[in-house]
Every structure is written in C-alpha cells, then in structure tokens.
C-alpha cells in the first residue's frame, strides 16, 4: 500500500469523520488517496482556518481534530492554528506535507524547517523518514493528542514517503517508555486533602479547562454539593459546572465577578482543579487568595506551583481524583459552611454584573441576554477574541460542558468563526453563534465561502463597536485616551456577506434586537449579522493588569 | 548555583534539540552538555551543566524536561552523590610543553601527552571539579594556543 493510502487507512482506525484542510504540491498524492476515502474533507479557504476548525471540532466533540496542509507556506499558515490548540489543551493531529526526504534542509522549493517551527508550540510532533514507521507514528501521535493533558501533535510527512509502497498494519497498542502519564491521585495527598477540607470553613473551588477536558463535571457537581463550596469557573472551565447553579460564582479575574474575586480573596481553602493559575485569573500573585490553604489536582506537574503556592497538590486525572475524594469524603467531618455561603449570596446580591440600556443603542450585553433568552440557554457559543469574548463570558450562562468555546491562553483574534465551523460539523443538530468583534471577524471572514459551499449553518453575531475594542478600552483607562492604532473603518459587512453568497443582517436600535435574533437563529443556513453598538461600552469589572483581583474597577457601585 | 543534571533521553533525531530549547527559551546559558550513548543503544545519557540563578526557574525545566515525549528520565545529581569528570584538550608550543610547571603536571600524571610531532604538542587532562581548577590555573600561566572542552559526564554513585 502507498504512503499516502496508508495515512488515509490510519486515519479510519482512528475513527476520524472529517479532515480540514487546504492542498498543495506536497501533498497531491494525499489528496488522491483522500478523493474516494469515506471521509468528509472541508476545504477551508485559508490554512489557519482549517487549523481552527479542527480545534472547534475537537473542543465541541471531544475528539481529536485533524488538519492538513502542504508543506511551506501551507504548514507555516498552520502555525497560529497549532500554538492556539496548544495553550488550551486540545487534542488535534496536525498533519503537513514536507519536500522530498532528498531535499530536506536545501532550502527546497516550499520548503520550512516545520519540526524546528512547531517544536515549541506543539505536545510533540514526528518527521516520518521512513515509510515502515508511518502507521505507529499516527497511532503514537492520536494517542499523545488526546492522553495525558491533551495538545496537538504535528506529523510532518515528506512527498516521497507519501508515493513509496509498504504492508499496512496498524499497530493495535501503544506502549511508550517515555510517556506514561499519571492518572490517578497519590492516596496520601487525597487524605491530607480531605483532611484540608475537613478543616475548612470558607471553602471554593475553582474549576478550569481541565474539568471539561477529563469530562469530570458530574463528579464536580457533586463533590461541590457535598462539601457546599462555591464553584468558580475560569474562561477555560465556563460550562464544566452549571452556571446556573446556586453554588456558581462566575468567572475568576481580570474579567470576572465581584463575589468570585472576593470569595477567591477572602477564602480558607481553594481546591483548584484542573486549572494552571493563569495570570489573567490570578492579578498580582501575592495578593491571590491570601487566606487560603491551596490544593491544586492537574495532570499536568509542570503547572503546580508554577505561578501560586500549593500546599497540597495532587498530579493526576481530575475525574478520577475528585471519584478518590468522593470516595473517602465523611461528610460527618465536615464544618458548617452556611455563614459563608450566606455571604456570598449577600455579595452576589450587591454585587451583580450590570449595564445600563439607553433605549436607543445597542448595549452588546443585551444582545447576550437576549440571546440567552431565545437559545433557552442551550446554543454552542464560541468566540472571537477581545471586549466580545468577555461579554459572552459573562452575560450567556453555560450549564453544559463543550458549550462555551473560546481561545483563551492564547486569545487569537480570528479563531472564533473557524472554530464556530468545527462546532457546527461536530453538533448539526445545535446551534452554533460566534460571538465576534468587527475586528476579530476580519481576520478569518474568507470563511465565509466555506460555510456558503458546505451550508455550514454557522450564526455570526458581530459586535461592531468600530473599534478593536478592548485595546481601545485600555487606551481609554490606562493611555488617556490616545487612540492610537484601534479605530476601525469597516466594510459593509452585510454586503461583504452577501458577496460570498451568505445572508447578511444589520441592526442597529434596540428595539430591533429581539426580532433580529430569532430571525437569525431560526434561519437555517449561515448568516451573519452586524450589531451596532454602543462604540465605547467598556468590559466590567476589571482588575487593572498586576493588580490584586479584589481591586477592581466598574461593578462595585 | 551550579547544577548537574542527567537527563536520560530516547535516541532519537530532534531531542537534542527539544532539550536545549527549554533552556535557551528562558535566556538560560548551558556551560556543558555531553550526549552519548548508554549501555542501551536506543537510550542516550545527557549531561548538563547549567547555572541556575533562580532555582524555582530550574525546577520548572527540570519538570518540563521530564514532560518532553522523548525522555526517560531527569535526574539532579548536585544534592546526589555521583563521579564527574571532564577531558580537556591543549595545545601549546613544544618550547611550552618543557617549562617545569609543565613537567610535573605530567610527571604527576595529571597531564598526558597525546600527540607530539612539529611545533606543537597536545596534551590531555581528565579532570574534577578540583583539579579542573589547578590544571588550568597552571597552564594559563605558560600560555595555551588551543583548549576544548569535553563537557561534564557524570555516573551515579
Ligand atoms: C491575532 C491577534 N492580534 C492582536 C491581538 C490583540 N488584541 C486583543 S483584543 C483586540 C481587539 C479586538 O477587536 P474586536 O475584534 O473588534 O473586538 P472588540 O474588543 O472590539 O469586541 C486586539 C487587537 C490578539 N488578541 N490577537
Ligand atoms: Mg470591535
């Protein structure tokens, strides 16, 4: 069997249903043996977008996500794709043609030294040299995407390879002496775990990406409702525990609420899961949750105590450990913990996330509200990056895992529409809106000839303040002002749609609002619709960069 | 401080270069890295030397090294007992090579001549960490036309 016919076969053992991707010269005999394989193939129009769309697929489904490029400029377009995957966990194949083996390191035509690129921005990536070792390396590279603390593994598969002949047996197991990830907690660090908790009043706990990634959201909940801590969801984690549940603190940090910088503050015990202590969630470190005894469950035992003290941290599967500490929980040992979670409800009380309508504009987290309001909470919502990103942190609720999704360690502008592209392939039957800023949306919308190719029923909110909005915000609080470099002029977004084939939508009152979302999310194919907005609404609360989380700006009125 | 640290890697192409990225990442300059095979041929034995002004820093490549694919194992030998040694190459002037400092160094065995013909000769040491001193101390003063360095290797005790 050929190289490339072997890849395709690999990629079947996988259970892979679809492959984004983009051809060129170095990989044509991949793209023949892809022609008649029963595979679903999405030509997307830009290699970055396929990148993206396999990562939405993967965060929306679970499954890995599978993209392809050519070598060179295909592989290098890749690159934002992989390092976005990277930072968020996801697992995804990334997989690159590369110049014939002969001319590798001659500067060959589209040539790029990928290895060298991806190496630090990838779990691990492969250059097949030879042909009798492509089927373990495919093997090798989904098991390492999607074990461990996911990421992306790139493949780099020279032309030749894909043209040379070979037996094709796929390896049935993976055995690799190097890599063997720790999946259950050390026994003696869940007792002096509980033995933390035992002793705690003022318990929360902080649930990020990992919670979504090892599916532990049901173990949470529970463990949440036997030890009566609220729950404190990082961008990453929003959905892994219902946010519409009494014990729900919304998102921690820059962004985040009130009552859950000040629970993180002023708390005794902070049971993180699953989360690495971003500087984004944590303001200036010596100030972070001050009180508190830290534990600290992640796979991962590069993330513990990297950027926080922990006083008990515990490596391993988050599901599997909160089961441990379910397991061996006496809940006759537990203190009362009603005094704090009465103040915490005062707190929420006193403290909501606000805005203020005007009757004329468009306030941006009306429309959230509203959209809420008309998906009955149960669309996928997936964003691009900046004040729009926020707003549909705070102003949608998610109560289901996979249901938010967002690039957040990197905070790539232009992922949210791709990415909305997988979401929708992964779940037809859901809706799914990207959440996108006038910006944003610029930097990947030639997608929208993928969506009106594939009918691909993807629904684009933009959020058109006329500015990069965020970055303006910070001019505007931090700079005095000066606007330099983020006013947008902007195409006729409608009309640009309309270009591509795709229905287009303007709104601009607030009363129009409620009608312009049902229309949209009722509609069956793709569109896109431009909201204006207010252009200088302001993302708040907001903890100033460095400072301490409990010092924030806006939302304490 | 200085720190030794082996660093048990598949033999592999591209490890090398995975390893040290995670130190050049930081601005962290490696003194010596020796690679060789071990009694294993498809496991490689790193040894690095590496100054580390921070030793949280450290910790965190030191855990990271671990969480590359390719490796074995990562092993701290500064607080461990273990064997270091390190082959320096010299060369001086054959004038050089007679000055009494010289002769006793290899009188002493400290020094062996390696190769002795023209103008020049070469001589090699194998030193420790004390002895690494001494040795250079003394040829410093005579005058080197060339010196390389093997790098650290080190064994567990
Ligand atoms: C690729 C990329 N370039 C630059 C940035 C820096 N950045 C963060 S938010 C932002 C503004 C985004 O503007 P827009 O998409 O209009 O969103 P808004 O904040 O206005 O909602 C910029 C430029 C980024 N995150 N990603
Ligand atoms: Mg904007």
């Known amino acids: 069997m050929k190289g490339a016919k072997i890849l395709i076969e690999s990629l079947l053992k996988e259970n892979v249903e679809v492959i984004f991707g983009y051809p060129g010269g170095a990989v044509l005999p991949l793209f023949d043996a892809l022609y008649d394989a029963p595979l679903k193939f999405i030509l997307t129009r830009h290699e970055q977008a396929a990148a993206h769309a396999a990562d939405g697929f993967a965060r929306s489904s679970g499954k890995v996500g599978v993209c392809l490029a050519t070598s060179g400029p295909g592989a290098t377009n890749l690159v934002t794709g992989i390092a976005t995957a990277h930072m968020d966990s996801i697992p995804m194949v990334a997989i690159t043609g590369q110049v014939k083996t002969s001319l590798i390191g001659n500067d060959a035509f589209q040539e790029a030294d990928v290895i060298g690129v991806t190496r630090s921005i990838s779990k691990h990536n492969y250059l097949v040299k030879d042909i009798n070792d492509l089927a373990r390396v495919v093997k090798e590279a989904f098991y390492i995407a999607r074990t461990g603390r996911p990421g992306p593994v790139v493949i780099d598969f020279p032309v030749d390879i894909?043209?040379?002949?070979?037996?094709?047996?796929y390896p049935p197991d993976v055995s690799i002496r190097s890599y063997k990830p720790t999946y259950f907690g050390h026994p003696g660090q869940i007792k002096k775990a509980l033995q933390l908790i035992y002793r705690s009043r003022k318990p929360v706990i902080i649930s990020g990406g990992g919670v979504i990634l090892a599916q532990a959201s049901p173990s949470l909940l529970k463990l949440a409702e036997k030890i009566h801590a609220p729950v404190t969801s990082t961008l990453m984690g929003l959905g892994g525990f219902p946010g519409t549940h009494e014990l729900a603190l919304g998102m921690p940090g820059m962004h985040g609420t009130v009552y859950a910088n000040m629970a993180i503050t002023e708390c005794d015990l902070l049971i993180s899961v699953g989360c690495r202590f971003d500087d984004r969630v944590t303001g200036k470190v010596s100030a972070f949750a001050p009180e508190a005894k830290i534990i600290h469950i992640d796979i991962d035992p590069t993330s513990i105590s990297k950027n926080v003290r922990v006083d008990v941290p515990i490596v391993g599967d988050a599901k599997?450990?909160?089961?441990?500490?379910?397991?061996?929980?006496?809940?006759?040992?537990?203190p009362d913990t009603a005094g704090w979670n009465e103040k915490i409800k005062e707190w929420k009380k006193k403290y909501p996330l606000v805005y203020k309508k005007t009757g004329r504009r468009i306030k941006p987290q009306y429309v959230l509200e509203e959209l809420y309001k008309q998906t009955k909470g149960k669309a996928i919502i997936v964003t691009e990056v900046g004040q729009n990103q926020m707003w549909a942190s705070q102003f949608y609720k998610y109560d289901y895992p996979r249901q938010f999704i967002s690039s957040g360690g990197l905070g790539t502008m232009g992922y949210g529409f791709p990415a909305a592209i997988g979401a929708k392939i992964a779940n037809p039957e859901k809706t799914v809106v990207d959440i996108a800023g006038d910006g944003s949306i610029q930097m990947n919308i030639q997608e929208l000839a993928t969506v009106a190719a594939y009918d691909i029923g993807v629904k684009i909110i933009i959020l058109d303040n006329?500015?990069?909005?965020?970055?303006?915000?910070?001019?505007?609080?931090?700079?005095?002002h000066r606007y330099s470099g983020t006013t947008l002029k902007n195409p006729d977004f409608v009309k640009v749609a309309a270009g591509y084939g795709v229905k287009g939508k303007r709104v601009d009152k607030e009363k129009d609002v409620k009608s312009a979302i049902k229309e949209i999310i009722s509609y069956k194919g793709p569109v896109l619709a431009d909201f204006l907005i207010e252009p200088e609404e302001n993302v708040f609360p907001m903890v100033p960069a460095g400072e301490a989380i409990n010092r924030m700006i806006g939302g304490m009125a | 401080m200085?720190?030794?640290i082996q660093v048990l890697v598949e033999n592999k192409f591209g490890i090398l270069a995975r390893v040290a990225s995670l130190f050049s990442a930081r601005g962290y300059n490696i003194d010596s890295l020796n690679v060789g095979e071990t009694q294993d041929a498809t496991i490689s034995a790193m040894t690095i030397v590496v100054d580390a002004p921070d030793e949280r820093i450290l910790e965190q490549i030191k855990k990271q090294l671990n969480k590359l694919i390719d490796v074995i194992e990562v092993v701290d030998f500064t607080r461990r007992e273990h064997i270091e040694r390190e082959l320096i190459f010299v060369k001086i002037s054959r004038e050089a090579k007679e000055e009494g400092v010289i002769s006793k160094l290899i009188k002493d065995n400290k020094l062996s001549v390696v190769a002795n013909g023209g103008s020049d000769c070469i001589l090699l040491a194998c030193v420790d960490r004390q002895s690494e001193e001494e040795i250079l101390r003394e040829l410093k003063k005579i005058g080197i036309k060339e010196l390389v360095r093997t790098g650290k290797a080190a064994i567990r005790k």
Request: hydrophobic fraction near 40%.
């Open chain 1, 162 to 169: 894909q043209m040379q002949e070979a037996d094709f047996n």
């Open chain 1, 320 to 334: 599997n450990i909160i089961g441990q500490l379910l397991e061996e929980l006496n809940t006759s040992k537990l």
């Open chain 2, 2 to 4: 200085k720190h030794i």
């Open chain 1, 466 to 480: 006329g500015y990069l909005g965020m970055v303006r915000q910070w001019q505007e609080l931090f700079y005095n």
